[in-house]
């Protein structure tokens, strides 16, 4: 039976970085590692660069039936393939005021951040096995309803709350579900991120190293946390955050971008 990781977001950033750690061996033994993203250049890149062997799956997951088309293939594989990894890891943010950002751009944020995470969750579930893990990729932006991030922080806080309802419902099956929220991290997603003061003004809270968030990532899923916060700080956050009013987080975080600009 051949083991399988399937990554989206593959072609860069964050999902690159999975791919990478993932070659040595982070992961367990991997068979073929199934590379999702936009870009066929890209991904052709990644596979020539990667030891074990890359199906490059250049999809649109913001599209309907692109996850269908993994569900296709992996159907072809029958019981042949076993998913070991399914990696959530494709994201589109936008920032400044919600009537600022286009409505296809709001409503792409919806698609991809939350209807592919559950539309790759159904395509692969059927082909995972007990010790298999999905790692979703939200944000310390889940934590509260922010402005001027109004769409991507509730998009981050479905991704948490999904992850954590579905990781009840596997665990006694022996398959974990991690929800991984990491800081900003300097990749290719901040390059077209939209207004650049409101983004400005929440690096007050700095930045994840992304080889840093993938290493915890893994071995916190590898572990069966519903939850991996790569910064302490951040982890002190979300106690904060469960604990105080939402008016006053919203308040007191809202003074700290302040105090950045």
């Known amino acids: 039976m051949k083991s399988i990781a399937i ?9 690159r970085e ?13 068979d073929e590692i199934w590379a999702i993203a936009r870009n066929q ?15 490059a799956m250049a999809l649109d997951l913001t599209k309907d039936g692109s996850a269908d088309e993994v569900a296709r293939q ?3 594989e029958g019981d042949e393939v076993r998913v070991q990894w399914l990696v959530n890891s494709a994201g589109f943010g936008r920032t400044g005021d919600f009537d600022a950002i286009s409505a296809e751009d709001n409503s792409n944020m919806v698609r991809l951040n939350c209807l592919a995470v559950v539309d ?6 059927p082909h995972m096995v007990p010790g298999s893990r999905i790692v979703n ?9 922010l402005a001027q991030f109004a769409v991507y922080a509730a998009s981050k806080d479905f991704v948490i709350s999904f992850s954590y309802a579905l990781d009840a419902e596997l665990r006694d099956v022996g398959i974990r579900v991690t929800a991984v929220c990491p800081k900003w991290m300097k990749t290719g997603f901040m390059d077209d991120i939209g207004d ?14 992304p080889k840093s968030v993938v290493n915890t990532a893994l071995r916190s899923s590898v572990l069966g946390s519903p939850m991996c916060i790569p910064s302490p700080d951040m982890q002190f956050v979300r106690i904060f955050t469960k ?11 809202g003074l700290l971008r302040r105090l950045k600009r």
């Open 7 to 15: 990554i989206t977001g593959a072609s860069s950033g964050i999902g």
């Open 18 to 30: 999975f791919i990478a750690q993932l070659n040595q061996g982070a992961g367990g033994v991997l």
């Open 74 to 76: 992996l159907d072809e």
């Open 137 to 145: 990729m939200a944000s310390v932006a889940g934590f509260l309803p």
């Open 196 to 209: 650049r003061d409101a983004y400005e003004s929440m690096t007050v809270i700095g930045f994840d190293d």
């Open 41 to 55: 250049e890209r991904l052709d890149e990644v596979a020539a660069s990667s030891a074990i062997p890359v199906r």
């Open 243 to 253: 604990i105080l009013p939402v008016g006053a987080t919203i308040a007191a975080f």
């Open 120 to 125: 790759m969750c159904y395509a692969v579930l």
